[in-house]
């Protein structure tokens, strides 16, 4: 069979599914007021600042926006996935399938009060732990300097050896596996280190209800500083990464781990494994999803050699 021939039949199977892509972001795009975006490239959506492109991209602009965008997905069989800031994802280099749906920047709204606080899922930590130092309410000084939104710490129980964001849930609002709202209460979540039921049930977070307590602004100014300071000193904080690739096995730091089986510096074309913590592996600038992937196994490789440590990773590769 000739080569032209075999691109004649060739084709349309590959163009039926991008044409297809096309209808479906142009029909949602009529039907919801936020951006729409097709082919958006996960790159510009994670701070490893790796990643494909999704497929369609959505932003909501509100909660109504929010249930067009997930009843849209399941009339058309389409796969979703809400992420955040990216900033515990590393996307591979094919991209994502189906729908996108970022609710940051949106859904940022915070309600204060005596004892706590109402937050969109969109809002960014470093905004809330500022804002709550103003209206002196502590607790959540532990998240000082991770990079998410409200939405991805409550699905990954962000937190340090301080504590995590699981400690402070009240209750949420959420849109179920089957896109249906409901109010959660915190034992829904299942938390445990580094773990909550969000993804394995589905579910996307709207807002969360938080319980502070009050104390003076100064003092906890003082901490989130002492905080800020003590990371800026261990961590790589300019680079582009995902944060800590490993959890924490029980009793040890990763770090420590692969620091001592001799894994700093360790590159994989543009994926090197940080000299300032081991535990952080960063993009110095064309790594792809391959090559950190790549980078990640060694590092696996070596602590298991070593030590006899099977590190889990923290961080969640998905995508293609
Ligand atoms: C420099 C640096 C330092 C970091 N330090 C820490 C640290 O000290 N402790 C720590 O725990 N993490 C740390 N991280 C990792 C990361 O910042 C946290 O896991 C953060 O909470 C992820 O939030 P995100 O909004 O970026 O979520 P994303 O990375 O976008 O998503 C993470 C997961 O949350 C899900 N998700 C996001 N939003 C929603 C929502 N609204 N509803 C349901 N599911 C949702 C996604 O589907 C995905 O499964 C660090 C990262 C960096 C880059």
């Known amino acids: 069979m000739s080569t032209r021939r075999q691109a004649s039949i060739a084709a349309p199977l590959i163009a039926r599914p991008r044409r297809q892509l096309e209808l479906a972001a142009a029909e949602l795009s009529g039907r919801m007021r936020g951006r729409v975006l097709l082919r958006e490239p996960m790159a510009r959506h994670t701070t490893f600042r790796i990643g494909g492109p999704a497929d369609v991209f959505v932003q909501p602009l509100d909660i109504d926006d929010l249930t067009v965008a997930i009843r849209f997905g ?3 069989g389409l796969p979703m996935k809400v992420v955040g800031n990216g900033s515990n994802l590393l996307v591979g280099d094919k991209g994502m399938r189906g729908l996108v749906v970022r609710l940051a920047p949106n859904f940022s709204d915070i309600e204060w009060r005596e004892d706590g606080a109402v937050v969109g899922a969109g809002a960014r930590l470093g905004r809330l732990v500022q804002e709550a130092a103003e209206v002196g309410l502590s607790g959540l000084e532990s998240t000082v300097g991770i990079p998410g939104t409200l939405g991805g710490a409550l699905a990954t129980n962000a937190g340090t050896d301080t504590g995590a964001i699981g400690d402070l849930i009240v209750g949420a609002t959420v849109f179920d596996g089957n896109g249906e709202i409901q109010q959660w209460t915190a034992v829904q979540f299942a938390y445990r280190y580094r773990y909550s039921s969000v993804s394995s049930t589905r579910t996307t977070v709207v807002s969360a209800q938080l319980r502070l307590r009050p104390a003076p602004p100064e003092e906890i100014r003082a901490k989130i500083e ?5 990371r800026a000193s261990r961590q790589p904080l ?8 490993f959890k924490n096995p029980r009793g040890v730091a990763a770090g420590k781990v692969l620091d001592r089986a001799g894994a700093k510096g360790l590159r994989v074309s543009d994926a090197q494994v940080s000299r300032k913590h081991a535990n952080f592996l960063v993009n110095r600038g064309q790594a792809t999803a391959g090559d950190m992937r790549e980078l990640i196994a060694r590092a696996h490789s070596l602590a298991l050699r070593r030590y006899g440590i099977d590190l889990e990773p923290e961080i969640e590769i998905t995508g293609e």
Not at 238 to 245: D, E, L, N, T
């Open 74 to 76: 399941r009339e058309k």
């Open 226 to 230: 002492r905080l800020r300071r003590k």
């Open 238 to 245: 300019r680079a582009w990464s995902a944060g800590s690739v």
